[in-house]
């Protein structure tokens, strides 16, 4: 028996042991024409940074100036050298069975400093190249166009997302690429998490441009009682221009459509008090309604106005009208329930995500922890949360079709080869959470499609390196992609069960 081979037989007994009932799921369980895709996004992934005339963006400049912010001090200067190895990783998707690949364009790449500089031939090519490979091989491209990366030019001009002026960037942007790839792109998103990120960026302090005050922290410019909901305001409008504008001029002719990601934790309350009941709802409110009210309702919930009074702005005449171009999918990264405490009727650390909500959030009640729990802190394996909150977004918003473009599991870095690939945490993760979805379909839910985070290991923000996501992983020094026990097992759900039908043998063997 060779060593591969060797590995292989462990791998297998394990998924055997610890995933006896992999056979209770089932491709055939999904509607025809679901689409089961993996996901990456550009400044984690393409590398490349300065080549072929990309433009410097936010991510760059912050990762070069403050590698001290970074957990392992790495940036994503080359990441995966997806830039350069696109064919390669394109033949992984096709390997792993998958219809769809949701990737998001490197707005730096395509207009290097903005509106006023123009835009980059070699960035259409490159997104060209990459969506005729995907097409060759069968697989729909899922197209974001902002993953919190932007050209540092308009960093600088307008604070990124502070500055009305940014709206008018960004329907332009949009439309350069609805323009480009719109004949061959039909599923687009405008953002990926901008409830996340600008709370990341504008309230803690943590993403660029590092906006934030006290209680949330000392930063050296920023207010984050107000920047938050300035510059959400300013994506909702940016978002808005970009639909009115796709739905005018580009979604008849292109045979289209086009959402909005939002990411969605799953809060339970923590005691079945009033209180806490009230925080999970508030929690939720801040979270999920702060932006897709606005796009479904044309207005901010009420929570939020009561709590924010006049730190959150109010939608004018004009604005509300352009909120009236609806949007075709609601897309949602879901990864952990946890617990929410009411932080009102008594005090708690307000420093965190959840502080502007006056909601305290945590994985543990007496003692237990709400799932078990996974590399990154405050994420826990709770498949439930997954029906929970599909049942949650079906309530609210109605029949628009759910994307779940986002749901993953993370295991810390290590040079144990042996350890990275025998990744049964993340087989059981995944194959909970598609149960979930599964179970939630069965019950109504318009879910349409399923992209694992992540295709490959890839630079984790904050966390660099040292914390991966990948199906596939991914050498740094060699930049080798070896597929993990995840990659093994979603491609036989996806193809027909060989992995699962091993074990099954192995268990009649022994
Ligand atoms: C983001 C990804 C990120 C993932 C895991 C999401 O918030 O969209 O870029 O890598 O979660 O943290």
Redesign the pocket.
Known sequence: MGAGTGITAVLLVLLAIVAPSARGLDRADFPPGFLFGAAT?AY?VEGAYQEDGKGLNNWDVFTHTHPGNIRDGRNGDVADNHYHRYMEDVEIMHKLGVNSYRFSISWARILPSGRVGGVNPAGIDFYNRLIAALLQKGIEPFVTLH??DLPQELETRYGSWLGAGIREEFDYYADVCFQAFGDRVKLWTTF??PN?FIKQAYMLGRYPPNHCSPPFGNCNSGNSQREPYVAAHNILMSHAAAVKNYNKNYKVKQGGSIGIII?MKFYEPLTNTTEDILAAQRAQSFEIHWFLDPIFFGEYPKEMREMLASNLPEFTQAEKSLLQNKVDLIGI?H?TAIYAKDCVSSPCNLKTYEGNALVFATGERDGVQIGKSTA?LGFYDVPEGMEQILKYVTQRYGNTPIYIT?NGY?QHSSNNMEAMLNDIDRVNYLRGYLSSISSALRRGANVRGYFV??LIDNF??LFGFTVR?GLYHVDLATQKRTPKMSAEWYRDFLTGSELVDKVQDLRADS
Do not use: A, D, I, R
């Open positions: 996004s984690q993953h919190f990926n998490e996340m990411s990264n990864y990154l986002e993370s985070w992540s984790e923000w996501f």
